[in-house]
């Protein structure tokens, strides 16, 4: 293997320790306990695991998290009024809705995801999904920045992976992780650390594009890239012969094949041609749930006043 491997278990678990000690401090300080929301509808066997996973993150960095479990059943009303007890709860600093939702079984009062997401108040949206954050985001003064993305940002910045000046190739134009993170990379300042960027090359001012469906020549656009960051959940879509060497490669792909879990990184070839590789799984999904954890603690700030 030529590639340096970019060890997202390990940054997540030195992020979650951080965060930790900031809600030990404040605590201390007589200042109340970060408290987050989930919401899962219906029975998603990933979703479930997802969920889970961030109960006990939340456990371990002394965060009080609730899971509502709704049934598939429920309707677009009925989750928009949960949504809403949750805005107006004080003692509640974050809330999300677990993503994907369930396929809706009432056609009269649909699970509109939009909808749904617009509903939860940008003061506590910890997923950074609703309109006011994303478009705080886009111009570069970000109130909460989105979980995966961030994840990205702060692996590159934490392991020096630079990219002022270099060409990022983001493969994927999802909401979630491709948009928001051709935006991040592309800001003027470093958005890990809220612009400060000591410690790590500057994870700012790329000159990014953003590759997807209907683009051409996918390979050779790839291969000119210094970073490129797939998340366009096809399994083993970028292969060795589309690296340009020593490039960054960064694996948001999370895709179940016969049980097993691989990215959109041909993880085994494109090691040998990269400077630096994320492995999936143990790359960028861990640190997705520690920055939601960063984003509660912020959000329970916010509160504060
Ligand atoms: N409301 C949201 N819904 C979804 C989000 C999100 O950020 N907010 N992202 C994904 C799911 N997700 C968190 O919710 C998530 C996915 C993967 C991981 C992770 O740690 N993956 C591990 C492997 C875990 C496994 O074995 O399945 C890894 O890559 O190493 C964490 C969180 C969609 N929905």
New binding site residues.
Partial sequence: MTATLLN??QIAQEIRAEIAEQVRRRVQAGKSQPKLC?ILVGDDP??Q???R??ERACEKAGIAGTVDRLPATTTGTELLARIEQLNHDPTVHGI?????LPKSESSADPLDERRVLDAVSPLKDV?A?SPVNVGLLMQGRPRFL???PHGVVQLLHRCDRGVAGKHVVVIGRSD?VGKPIASMLSQRTNMANQGDAEGGRDVANATVTIAHSRTENLADLVRQADCVIAAVGIPKLVTADMIRPGATVVDVG?N?VDDK?VGDVDFEGVKEVAGAIT????????L??AM?LHNTVKAAELADG
Avoid: E, H, M, W
């Fill in positions: 997202g278990k989930a990933a979703s695991v997802y969920v996973n961030k999300l809705v677990q993503l994907p997923d999904f989105p979980c995966t979630i999370i179940r879990l492995p999936v799984p143990g790359g960028v999904g861990p997705t749930i939601l």
